[in-house]
């Protein structure tokens, strides 16, 4: 079992800058791909970056070039910084933890882009 816990979330104005943190307890958080995902109201919820257990990263178009994925195993924590934020960017944003087919999901964190 792996617990999420995801902080960092807020109201923000376009083209500000927010650093999402994930952390995960238990000792194998290491061998997890992790990713972040998110949900807008009336819509799907959809991918936003990955990060292997290896440290290979991958993002979606729509945040490329903004976006960074980062992990750090020694702290059992997955980040994602997002810069140059647009209104379309406002979400639940959620924290994944994968290992084969054992999905874990945390509660989520509440990022709106508004001016």
């Known amino acids: 079992q792996v617990q999420l816990v995801e902080s960092g979330g807020g109201l923000v104005q376009p083209g500000g800058s927010l650093r999402l943190s994930c952390v995960g307890s238990?000792?194998?958080?290491?061998?997890?791909?992790m990713g972040w995902y998110r949900q807008a109201p009336g819509k799907q919820r959809e991918l936003v970056a990955s990060i292997t257990s290896g440290g290979s990263t991958s993002y979606a178009d729509s945040v490329k070039g903004r976006f960074t994925i980062s992990r750090d195993n020694a702290r059992n924590t997955v980040y994602l910084q997002m810069n140059s934020l647009k209104a379309e960017d406002t979400a639940r944003y959620y924290c994944?933890?994968?290992?084969?087919?054992?999905?874990?999901w945390g509660q989520g964190t509440q990022v709106t882009v508004s001016s």
């Open positions: 238990g000792s194998m958080f290491s061998i997890y791909a």
């Open positions: 994944n933890a994968k290992l084969v087919a054992i999905n874990y």
